[in-house]
């Protein structure tokens, strides 16, 4: 029977040996230790479900137990430790943990993942087993639910790029979250709750931020706007509601925290009764 490594094949029982079992195949003898047996007692001619993979010393050797993720099926998996040289260590299921490489983890490392964190990966095979972060193009498996705009949902950090962070759910539903949108400093594998608010043809998008920052953020937004239209507004905090309606749909008190943003990120001035853009 010929190998596939890094997935589980059928293979036959040859012989016992003092530590454990030799399995059959048309590319030679595979090691099957009595600590991965899952306590079976076997017999020579036993056919068996083994995965295959590479031992601490880079050997092939089988397992009888089940990875939680196989070359052909990805899957979510646990972060156990971390070697600042090396990569992140992840749990999959037997009794050898899976390796992402610091080649394929951001520059800064305090955006590895950390224990407990986790990251949907597939399972490479270059001389030995390593893991891959999975994208969304890679992604080939259906969504197991569909969310709507206001939505609570937990799911972790997949992708951190410039533009935003890429998140997904466990039931594979990716949400795009744009930088504006984060508060935090996030790091690969992190959980998180986030707020679905948009969605398109290209997937959701969603917010990581309290839905009272979010309209701070559209009110600022819409007063900057019209500076920089007119230079200036004849509105200060100390305007009435009916002058702040003249100008903007908002309430006195959300103007007043519009303002008040604008002014913290010195994006406005205050001048002779007078709202100002800063040049």
Do not use: C
């Not at 600590?35 to 076997?42: A, C, F, Q, S, V």
């Not at 993720?69 to 090396?86: C, Q, Y």
Request: charged fraction near 30%; hydrophobic fraction near 40%; glycine fraction near 6%.
């Amino acid at each position: 029977m010929s190998l596939n490594i890094g997935s589980v094949n059928q293979l036959k029982v040859i012989r016992k040996t003092d530590i454990g079992y030799m399995l059959d195949s048309d590319e030679g003898e595979v090691f099957l230790h009595f600590n991965e047996t899952n306590h079976r007692e076997l017999k020579p001619n036993d056919l068996v479900e083994a995965f295959l993979y590479f031992d601490q010393k880079g050997r092939l050797a089988a397992t009888l137990k089940t990875p939680l993720i196989t070359k052909d099926s990805p899957g979510f998996l646990e972060a156990t430790d971390v070697h600042f040289g090396l990569g992140v260590f992840f749990h999959m299921g037997i009794n050898k943990d899976l390796l992402l490489s610091m080649d394929d983890l951001p520059l800064d490392d305090s955006k590895w993942p950390v224990k407990g964190d986790q990251l949907y990966l597939s399972l490479k095979v270059k001389g030995k087993l390593v893991a891959k972060i999975v994208s969304k193009e890679e992604l080939k498996e259906e969504p197991k639910s569909t969310l709507n705009p206001k939505d609570k949902v937990f799911a972790y950090v997949q992708k951190i790029g410039r533009e935003g962070i890429n998140l997904l759910t466990e039931d594979l539903n990716w949400i795009f979250v744009h930088q504006s949108m984060v508060r935090d400093d996030l790091r690969l594998g992190q959980k998180v709750e986030v707020t679905i608010t948009y969605q398109s043809e290209k997937g959701y998008t969603g917010s990581l931020i309290a839905q009272k920052e979010v309209l701070l953020f559209d009110d600022a937004n819409m007063v900057l706007s019209y500076l920089i239209r007119k230079g200036d507004l004849p509105l200060t905090s100390e305007s009435t509601p009916e002058e702040i309606k003249a100008f903007f749909p908002l309430s006195k008190k959300a103007f007043k925290r519009a303002i008040g943003h604008l002014y913290k990120e010195r994006k406005i001035d205050f001048v002779d009764g007078k709202t100002i853009l800063v040049k």
